[in-house]
C-alpha cells in the first residue's frame, strides 16, 4: 500500500497526517510532496523522518492513493496524470468538484456511489460538508425545498498567511496581508473573488455542491460567507424549509442517531456549538434547533465543525478507507 499526501507542508496537509496517524491508516510506504522549494526538506510522521519529494517523481512512483491539497492548479495539471498511473487520487481543491464525470463524496452520505472504476474523486468545499451532515437526514424524512445559510467561516479555512495576519494585527505587527481589509475585530463578507452574479465563488460552491451531493437540484439554496477573526472551526446558520412537517424533537431525535453528528442544545443551560469547543474534533455539532415562525415547515439550525478536520482532511481520509474497505483499490 503505497499513500501519497500532496501538499503536505499546508495547513491541511498537515492536518490530514494528523488524522492518518490518530486513526492508523494502514500503509506500507508514505510519500510526501510539497512546493519545489520545499524539496528535500524533513517531515517528522509516526517517529519518522520522511523528505519532502517532487510531485512528478512521486507520480512515476504510482501510489495507490493519493490525497491532494495542493490548490485547484495543480490537481487540475496532476490528478489526470496520477489516475493514469492507476492511482486513486482524492482532490481537496475546487478543481474537480462540479466535473459531472466525477463523484463529489462526503462518505456517510453518498459513499455507495464510489466505484473501483473512480479514479479522481473530490472532496467537498468545507462549509458544504458540515452543512449536508446535518441536512441529509433531514432530507430524507422531510424533504427539503429551500436553504438559506450564512457562514462565519475562520481564517484557517484561507491558508497559513491569513493565520498570520490575524496574529500579527492581534499583536499589532506590521506584515503581509491576504485580505483586502484587516480581519481581527471585524468581519468581512468575502470569500474567494466575486462572480457576475454578486455572489463569491465561496457562495456558489455551497449552492452547487449541495446540490449535487444530495443528488437533487431542485432544492432551492442560497448562501451569504463571511469570514471572522477565529482560528478554527466555521459556524453556520441556517434555516430549511421542507415539504412536509415535522416536530422539533423528531429533528434532535434524527440528528442524534446521525453517525459523525453531535447534538449540543440547551440553550437554557448556555449549551450550544461554539468553534471554540469544536478544534480538532471529527463531528459536526448542532444545536439552537428552533422552529421558524415566520412560515410553516422550516427550521432554524447553528451548525459548527472543525473546518480543517471533517471539513477537510477527515473527509478525505474517510474516502480513503471507504475505497481501501470495500476493495476498490486496484
Not at 8 to 37: C, H, M, W
Not at 223 to 233: I, N, Q
Request: glycine content about 6%.
Amino acid at each position: 500500500m503505497k499513500l501519497a499526501v500532496v501538499g503536505a507542508t499546508g495547513l491541511v496537509g498537515q492536518e490530514i497526517l494528523t488524522v492518518l496517524q490518530e486513526r492508523n491508516f494502514p500503509f506500507d510506504e508514505l510519500y510526501l510532496v510539497a512546493s519545489e522549494k520545499s524539496i528535500g526538506q524533513k517531515v517528522s510522521f509516526k517517529g519518522k523522518d520522511y523528505a519532502i519529494r517532487s510531485i512528478e517523481e512521486v507520480c512515476n512512483l504510482a501510489p495507490d492513493i493519493a490525497i491532494f491539497s495542493a490548490g485547484a492548479g495543480t490537481s487540475l495539471e496532476w490528478a489526470p496524470r496520477y489516475a493514469e498511473k492507476g492511482t486513486i487520487v482524492i482532490d481537496n481543491s475546487s478543481a474537480w468538484r462540479m466535473d459531472p464525470t466525477k463523484k463529489l463524496i462526503v462518505p456517510e452520505i453518498n459513499g455507495h456511489e464510489l466505484t473501483i472504476d473512480d479514479r479522481i474523486i473530490a472532496n467537498p468545499n468545507c462549509s458544504t460538508i458540515q452543512m449536508v451532515m446535518v441536512l441529509a437526514p433531514l432530507h430524507v424524512k422531510f424533504k427539503l425545498k429551500r436553504v438559506v445559510v450564512s457562514t462565519y467561516q475562520a481564517v484557517t479555512g484561507t491558508g497559513k498567511d491569513a493565520v498570520e495576519q490575524l496574529m500579527n494585527e492581534r499583536n499589532n505587527i506590521n506584515g503581509p496581508k491576504v485580505y483586502p481589509h484587516p480581519i481581527d475585530f471585524n468581519t468581512l463578507p468575502h470569500i474567494d473573488s466575486f462572480l457576475d452574479n454578486g455572489y463569491t465563488k465561496e457562495e456558489m460552491k455551497i449552492v452547487n455542491e449541495t446540490r449535487k451531493i444530495l443528488s437533487d437540484n431542485t432544492i432551492g439554496v442560497t448562501a451569504t460567507a463571511v469570514r471572522v477573526p477565529t482560528l478554527g472551526g466555521h459556524a453556520e446558520a441556517v434555516n430549511a424549509e421542507f415539504y412536509h412537517d415535522f416536530a422539533c424533537s423528531e429533528i434532535r431525535a434524527i440528528l442524534a442517531s446521525t453517525p459523525g453528528v453531535i447534538v449540543q442544545d440547551d440553550p437554557k443551560n448556555n449549551v450550544y456549538p461554539m468553534p471554540i469547543n469544536t478544534r480538532g474534533r471529527d463531528e459536526v455539532f448542532v444545536g439552537r434547533i428552533r422552529r421558524d415562525e415566520s412560515q410553516p415547515n422550516t427550521v432554524n439550525l447553528w451548525i459548527v465543525a472543525d473546518n480543517l478536520r471533517k471539513g477537510a482532511a477527515t473527509n478525505a481520509v474517510q474516502i480513503a478507507e471507504f475505497m481501501m474497505e470495500r476493495s476498490l483499490v486496484y
